[in-house]
C-alpha cells in the first residue's frame, strides 16, 4: 500500500497546540500512523460528512481522505465533548 500524504489544517494546528503535553505525544503518533493506513481498524467514517474519526483516548481525530491524490487531511482534533460541536 503506498504512502499517504498527511497536511493539517491550520484550525487543527491550534487545536493541538491547545492539548495538554502528556497527551499530544499520542495523538502525534496516530496521526503518523495515517500515512499507512487511513482508514485503520477502530476509525469509523462520520455519518454527516465523508470524513472519519479516530478515538486515542478522551481526545479525536477527525480527517478526511482522498483516495485519488494520497492524501490525508486532518480537519479537527479535540476532546470527545467538543469536537463534534459545529462553531
Do not use: C, F, T
Not at 478522551?58 to 482534533?77: A, F, M, P, T
Request: charged content about 30%; overall charge positive; proline content about 3%.
Amino acid at each position: 500500500m503506498a504512502k499517504y500524504n498527511i497536511s493539517i489544517k491550520k484550525s487543527a494546528v491550534k487545536e493541538l497546540e491547545n492539548i495538554p503535553k502528556k497527551h499530544l505525544q499520542k495523538i502525534v503518533k496516530k496521526i503518523q500512523s495515517l500515512s499507512n493506513n487511513p482508514r485503520p481498524q477502530g476509525s469509523q467514517k462520520l455519518s454527516h460528512k465523508e470524513q472519519y474519526r479516530m478515538r486515542q483516548g478522551d481526545y479525536r481525530i477527525v480527517y478526511s481522505v482522498q483516495d485519488k491524490e494520497q492524501s490525508i487531511v486532518i480537519v479537527k482534533v479535540g476532546h470527545r465533548k467538543e469536537v463534534y460541536r459545529s462553531n
